[in-house]
């Protein structure tokens, strides 16, 4: 399946802007680059539809996962309890860090599952969405 996706750039740490058309291994290739720099964000949407985009920011072991159903609404995977709901954690949105609370951290490998997205075409399947 193929998939359409803009990031963070591995050698410059910055947000690029510039769509990719891949396939989902080129894409999970991306996101183990990223890791392994220990964070980064990633869009992605399916070839020739604007949405949904999943947007996937990661710092460390700890993530943050935004479904963009259409320009008006924004939801959040809601957390799988990795973060207690009272505590913090900051992530990477484009180039700026955003703070989040436990109640929207998930599991970095957990949040992955945004790349069965790319399989299912179904975003219900994550997990249970908080709009925004």
Request: aromatic letters at 8%; proline letters at 5%; charged letters at 25%.
């Amino acid at each position: 399946m193929s998939v359409v996706w803009v990031g963070t750039s591995p050698e410059s740490g910055l947000f690029s802007p510039v769509e990719t058309h891949s396939d989902a291994e080129e894409l999970s290739g991306r996101f183990n680059d990223l890791r392994s720099r220990g964070q980064g964000y990633i869009e992605v949407r399916l070839p020739n539809r604007e949405f949904p985009v999943l947007a996937l920011a990661f710092r460390d072991d700890h993530a943050v996962v935004h479904l963009m159903s259409d320009t008006e609404r924004t939801s959040l995977l809601v957390g799988d309890g990795t973060v207690p709901s009272g505590d913090e954690v900051e992530v990477p949105i484009m180039d700026d860090l955003v703070t989040f609370t436990g109640n929207f951290v998930l599991d970095i490998d957990r949040a992955w599952k945004v790349h069965d997205f790319s399989h299912t075409q179904a975003v219900g399947a994550l997990g249970e969405w908080c709009e925004l």
